[in-house]
């Protein structure tokens, strides 16, 4: 599996731990089991090649990174969204956004261009391209600036 379906999927199961509440652990143990992964498949072809060990290690490791960087995540979100209210962003776009700078500060094997080109990708297939250029502008903000502190 490639990194860029790995990381949709990151995505997707942090939007599925925000939405729902659920614990990470419980998510991703049922998320893994291969009847279950398989059966995702017929509803979506992102599904159709189960993850290898590395594909399971990245994703396992950034969902429960973001889960457990979630509060600081936000306070980032909210900080490099300058003139909007935190309650204004979709769910879509702060999954999208966390997983990037989860990415960005807790993964450093990753280059920071992939991760806001990746995220931009996402928004733009998620959510349109004013979401994207949005995501951009935060992402960009927050990657400049928080590295520089670091």
Not at 16 to 21: E, I
Request: glycine letters at 6%; charged letters at 25%.
């Amino acid at each position: 599996m490639i990194r860029k379906t790995a990381r949709e999927i990151v995505m997707r199961l942090c939007f599925a731990v925000s939405a729902g509440g659920d614990n990470a652990d419980a998510l991703l143990d049922g998320f893994f089991d291969r009847e279950y992964y398989t059966s995702l498949s017929d509803e979506d072809e992102m599904y159709a090649q189960y993850p290898d060990d590395a594909s399971r290690a990245y994703i396992a490791a950034a969902v429960k990174g973001i889960g457990a960087h979630s509060a600081e995540l936000d306070s980032y979100v909210e900080k490099y969204a300058v003139g909007w209210k935190f309650s204004r962003i979709s769910r879509t776009a702060l999954a999208i956004m966390k997983t990037a700078m989860y990415e960005i500060m807790y993964m450093p094997d990753i280059p920071v261009g992939v991760s806001v080109n990746e995220a931009v990708e996402l928004a733009k297939k998620y959510d349109g391209d004013e979401t994207a250029a949005f995501i951009n502008g935060i992402l960009g903000s927050f990657a400049r600036k928080e590295l520089a502190e670091a």
